[in-house]
T-cell receptor
Framework: GAGVSQSPRYKVAKRGQDVALRCDPI?????LFWYQQALGQGPEFLTY????????KSGLPSDRFFAERPEGSVSTLKIQRTQQEDSAVYLC?????????????FGSGTRLTVV | AQSVTQLGSHVSVSEGALVLLRCNYS??????LFWYVQYPNQGLQLLLK??????LVKGINGFEAEFKKSETSFHLTKPSAHMSDAAEYFC??????????FGAGTTVTVRA
């Protein structure tokens, strides 16, 4: 597609529920990233995929967070047993190649509210 | 770890006035540096990036930034603010080839 598409745009979850957030990157983009942006803060790195391989998951806050990209295109970020502190905007970005000479394209994000 | 500090969480300028957003980075090696803009309820859009090719970097929408190694700074400027420049701006650095480390952001308001 023309841009990075994320769904849903908004998600309200009751504390303890599991949620799944989807990211459709630009077709053919090798690299895919997830970031978490709390209210009034800059985005924080969560995880990085190159094709289907998850090369860095050091930013995932806890073992309740899990990301996958099984076929090297669409990615899903799953949060189990959501907590109020998980409330944030989750941004996905993709990049054509692994080098920083190629820019990121960010999606519009999924705003997760845990009540 | 590499990081960036944005001085001033809010900046208010008059339409037509200079926009100056400050960013300082900590790095032991020359980094890649970026400025992004975020409009309400939207993702981040790249304004410009420094990749060591030139110290003065020109970006979109009339913005530019100058890399000053001696000051470890990468300040963003625009000579004449427009109402459409009202947004949040983030400075970012890469500690490696993929992970962006963002500053806390600066919200710009433009007064008519």
């Amino acid at each position: 597609g023309a841009g990075v598409s994320q769904s849903p745009r908004y998600k309200v979850a009751k504390r303890g529920q599991d949620v799944a957030l989807r990211c459709d990157p630009i077709s053919g983009h090798v690299s895919l990233f997830w970031y978490q942006q709390a209210l009034g803060q800059g985005p924080e790195f969560l995880t990085y995929f190159q094709n289907e391989a998850q090369l860095d998951k050091s930013g995932l806050p806890s073992d309740r967070f899990f990301a996958e990209r099984p076929e090297g295109s669409v990615s899903t970020l799953k949060i189990q047993r959501t907590q109020q502190e998980d409330s944030a905007v989750y941004l996905c970005a993709s990049r054509a190649w692994a080098s920083n000479n190629y820019g990121y394209t960010f999606g519009s994000g999924t705003r997760l509210t845990v009540v | 770890a590499q990081s960036v500090t944005q001085l001033g969480s809010h900046v208010s300028v008059s339409e037509g006035a200079l926009v100056l957003l400050r960013c300082n980075y900590s790095s032991s090696v020359p980094p890649y540096l970026f400025w992004y803009v975020q409009y309400p309820n939207q993702g981040l859009q790249l304004l410009l990036k420094y990749t060591s090719a030139a110290t003065l970097v020109k970006g979109i929408n009339g913005f530019e930034a100058e890399f000053k190694k001696s000051e470890t700074s990468f300040h963003l400027t625009k000579p004449s603010a427009h109402m459409s420049d009202a947004a949040e701006y983030f400075c970012a650095v890469t500690p490696n080839d993929y992970k962006l480390s963002f500053g806390a952001g600066t919200t710009v308001t433009v007064r008519a």
